[in-house]
């Protein structure tokens, strides 16, 4: 399916709207701010085997420096400290040791790890994506104003914009700025915990430019709203205006929104249909109100809309106490 030709579930005041995507520009005042992750997906899963036999899978998590990373890697038995790997039957990799869930990797030779993961990798589709990345999922899955190299899952809430809304969003009188957040493969996991508290929320490094700070103040100050495209963009400022006012800057954050939570900058949210149990619903029943959010996945679901990556949209707007 083409960018834009998605749906749209509009859920506002405990209403809900069927609309189509491209109403988006009529939900859109003057004024507003989107804010877009301009993240962009890496080719981060490569497959071999370790030097003392076996076959592995890796998938890198993040890049340390030119020749160091953190990944995932799946094998019959743990590769050592010490021991090597053989990727893409050219890549020569020392497993340097563990970092809880990573293993820590440097790769031999001169050139930087990202260039020979753009050379030799495959794009890391998400786990609920059983076919493998060909060259339409390479086009398709990045966002058109990808730019900053890191993330090992698209920022999907932006898969469903081309140049022409953006361009058309801007003509209506809507700034449009950026984050960066590199998505890790950490966002796919479910929470296992028996309390949500007790869950470990994984790692992710963001940056916010001054210029995404002013343009948000000056939307607060005028009376505009602040709409946060996708979940990670969300993550991002409300992780930066944590200790009062927004702050630019490159920060890790381990922010995990659940309900009760009180939203500090977004006062709308662009977002796909989430994986029950995963952090990402939560933060979605935090904005939107849990009574709220669990009336319009019941509603997706019985009006059949597309959940995850390549499926549709919902605009939510707060639907708690700011």
């Given at each position: 399916?083409?960018?834009?030709?998605?749906?749209?579930?509009?859920?506002?005041?405990?209403?809900?709207?069927?609309?189509?995507?491209?109403?988006?520009?009529?939900?859109?005042?003057?004024?507003?701010?989107?804010?877009?992750?301009?993240?962009?997906?890496?080719?981060?899963?490569?497959?071999?085997?370790?030097?003392?036999?076996?076959?592995?899978?890796?998938?890198?998590e993040r890049i340390l420096n030119e020749h160091e990373a953190l990944a995932q890697v799946r094998a019959s038995k743990s590769p050592r400290a010490g021991s090597r790997l053989i990727l893409s039957d050219a890549l020569q990799v020392e497993v340097l040791g563990r970092e809880g869930e990573f293993f820590h990797l440097r790769f031999a030779g001169n050139?930087?790890?990202?260039?020979?993961?753009?050379?030799?990798?495959?794009?890391?589709?998400?786990?609920?994506?059983?076919?493998?990345?060909?060259?339409?999922?390479?086009?398709?899955?990045?966002?058109?104003?990808?730019?900053?190299?890191?993330?090992?899952?698209?920022?999907?809430?932006?898969?469903?914009?081309?140049?022409?809304?953006?361009?058309?969003?801007?003509?209506?009188?809507?700034?449009?700025?950026?984050?960066?957040?590199?998505?890790?493969?950490?966002?796919?996991?479910?929470?296992?915990?028996?309390?949500?508290?007790?869950?470990?929320?994984?790692?992710?490094?963001?940056?916010?430019?001054?210029?995404?700070?002013?343009?948000?103040?000056?939307?607060?100050?005028?009376?505009?709203?602040?709409?946060?495209?996708?979940?990670?963009?969300?993550?991002?400022?409300?992780?930066?205006?944590?200790?009062?006012?927004?702050?630019?800057?490159?920060?890790?954050?381990?922010?995990?929104?659940?309900?009760?939570?009180?939203?500090?900058?977004?006062?709308?949210?662009?977002?796909?249909?989430?994986?029950?149990?995963?952090?990402?619903?939560?933060?979605?029943?935090?904005?939107?109100?849990?009574?709220?959010?669990?009336?319009?996945?019941?509603?997706?679901?019985?009006?059949?809309?597309?959940?995850?990556?390549?499926?549709?949209?919902?605009?939510?707007?707060?639907?708690?106490?700011?």
């Amino acid at each position: 399916m083409r960018r834009g030709a998605s749906r749209l579930l509009y859920a506002h005041r405990g209403l809900l709207e069927d609309r189509q995507f491209a109403d988006l520009l009529e939900l859109v005042d003057a004024g507003d701010v989107l804010v877009l992750n301009d993240t962009r997906v890496i080719k981060a899963r490569l497959f071999g085997g370790k030097e003392s036999g076996g076959k592995v899978e890796v998938l890198v998590e993040r890049i340390l420096n030119e020749h160091e990373a953190l990944a995932q890697v799946r094998a019959s038995k743990s590769p050592r400290a010490g021991s090597r790997l053989i990727l893409s039957d050219a890549l020569q990799v020392e497993v340097l040791g563990r970092e809880g869930e990573f293993f820590h990797l440097r790769f031999a030779g001169n050139e930087p790890v990202l260039a020979l993961l753009e050379r030799h990798g495959r794009l890391p589709l998400p786990p609920y994506i059983t076919h493998a990345a060909d060259g339409e999922d390479e086009q398709r899955y990045q966002t058109v104003f990808a730019r900053e190299a890191g993330a090992v899952a698209a920022p999907t809430a932006g898969l469903h914009f081309d140049t022409a809304m953006l361009q058309a969003l801007r003509d209506k009188g809507a700034s449009i700025v950026y984050v960066t957040l590199h998505v890790g493969a950490g966002t796919f996991q479910p929470v296992r915990a028996e309390h949500v508290h007790e869950h470990a929320m994984h790692s992710e490094r963001y940056q916010i430019g001054q210029e995404t700070v002013d343009a948000i103040t000056r939307a607060h100050a005028a009376g505009k709203r602040v709409i946060a495209v996708g979940t990670t963009s969300l993550r991002a400022l409300e992780s930066a205006a944590q200790h009062g006012a927004l702050q630019p800057g490159s920060v890790e954050t381990r922010i995990f929104i659940t309900p009760g939570y009180r939203f500090r900058v977004v006062d709308v949210l662009l977002t796909n249909f989430h994986l029950p149990r995963s952090t990402l619903l939560m933060l979605v029943c935090a904005f939107g109100g849990m009574t709220n959010m669990l009336a319009a996945y019941r509603h997706a679901v019985e009006k059949e809309y597309r959940f995850f990556s390549y499926g549709d949209a919902m605009l939510i707007e707060m639907g708690s106490g700011k």
